[in-house]
């Protein structure tokens, strides 16, 4: 089953960004040999989210007209795109989440799922800086916004963010590595890393945005050009 996706209506997203959401289901007789080889000897629930993922993939690229094509993964376990098309994957237990563009203007897309249900106060102090337990001590957080969902939202758009930088850098980042301050009047997040490194390329901006629905947190970050004409926020600081 395909369940619409319909983008919030904060979000600043190009409309070259094209989405997929589906329940996860056994998809493995459709992968490619090469996708296959991936996750042969894989636990049937890896199995079952690489299916998922791959025929998500492949409705959208069939509505380019781009003809089915193998996305495999990386030594670093990264999907391997066939050019011009790239984008993010993520999953929970029970849904697939995908984002694909042909658009060079957008170097990068991180995108993350989290099940609202996932988050407890155990992790909290784990994914948070001592900036972000101080703002949410300090803010009024909205109706029907619960402390556990902010941070459910804090571990998603981190999430996101490590993503989106990856390709980029090829770094991996822990969750206090990077610090986020979110605008729930806007749904949108903007990220800063603890370090001040710098990006290698100073014409790219960066901006993100969050939705929580009634059972999920939807994140995702985008890495574009400043040429591009969505205006992102621009990238506060660098890795």
């Known amino acids: 089953m395909t369940n619409e996706f319909n983008t919030p209506p ?28 991936c996750v042969r000897s894989a636990a049937p629930k890896r199995r079952l989210e690489f299916s998922t993922a791959r025929h998500a993939i492949r409705q959208i690229m069939t509505t380019w007209g781009i003809p089915p094509q193998p996305v495999t993964i990386g030594a670093d376990g990264q999907p391997i795109w066939p050019k011009p098309v790239h984008g993010s ?13 042909r658009d060079p203007e957008i170097r990068s897309i991180g995108i993350d799922i989290e099940r609202r249900d996932r988050m407890h106060p155990g992790l909290w102090e784990r994914i948070t800086t001592d900036s972000e337990r101080s703002t949410r001590a300090c803010d009024t957080l909205p109706s029907g916004i ?23 850098t090829s770094r991996w980042l822990g969750f206090k590595d990077v610090e986020l301050s979110m605008s729930f009047d806007s749904d949108s997040v903007t990220a800063s890393i603890a370090n001040g490194q710098r990006f290698p390329n100073d014409d790219l901006s960066l901006s993100g945005f969050f939705s929580i629905t009634e059972q999920h947190v939807f994140s995702i970050f985008l890495l574009s050009s400043n040429r591009n004409t969505g205006e992102p926020a621009p990238l506060e600081s660098h890795l």
């Not at 997203?13 to 996860?24: A, Q, R």
């Not at 999953?91 to 984002?99: E, F, G, I, M």
């Open 10 to 37: 904060a979000w600043r997203i190009p409309d070259s960004i094209v989405f997929g959401l589906h329940s996860m289901q056994d998809h493995t007789q459709t992968l490619d040999p090469a996708e296959d080889e």
């Open 89 to 101: 994957i993520t999953h929970t237990r029970d849904l697939c989440w995908v984002a694909l563009t």
């Open 146 to 168: 619960s402390a556990n969902d902010f941070h459910s939202v804090i571990f998603s758009a981190k999430e996101a963010f490590f993503k989106c930088q990856y390709p980029l």
